[in-house]
Nanobody, 124 residues
């Protein structure tokens, strides 16, 4: 599956952005989808994930209540709605896919396919 992330940009603290990740190549609902981010000088970290079958979601603690992951299987797209953004949310955001035959996970290295990343910059 090929993944294309978009929607990043520059926003002031307290603002919102919605990221999109379009998938192509194979059946979209065959995959769990995840969002990760990587700030300069830091390791890539988990943000949120959504199941390919049940639609169950899971978030990193620091994103709960601010970020919402969703998917539209008809459009082969996963979204990340980000509200109440903070300067520490500045990072390159990546979407990733993992076969739904496997368990849902937050571990970066367990995702099979990755998009190219989209930059999110939050100014104070």
């Amino acid at each position: 599956v090929q993944l294309q992330a978009s929607g990043g940009g520059l926003v002031q603290a307290g603002g919102s952005l919605r990221l999109s990740c379009a998938a192509s190549g194979r059946t979209f609902n065959s995959y769990h989808m995840g969002w990760f981010r990587q700030a300069p000088g830091k390791e890539r970290e988990f943000v949120a994930t959504i199941s390919g079958s049940s639609g169950s979601t899971y978030y990193a603690d620091s994103m709960k209540g601010r970020f919402t992951i969703s998917r539209d299987n008809a459009k082969n797209t996963v979204y990340l709605q980000m509200n109440s953004l903070k300067p520490e949310d500045t990072a390159v955001y990546y979407c990733a896919a993992r076969s739904r035959l496997k368990y849902l996970t937050t571990r970066t290295h367990e995702y099979d396919y990755w998009g190219q990343g989209t930059q999110v910059t939050v100014s104070s």
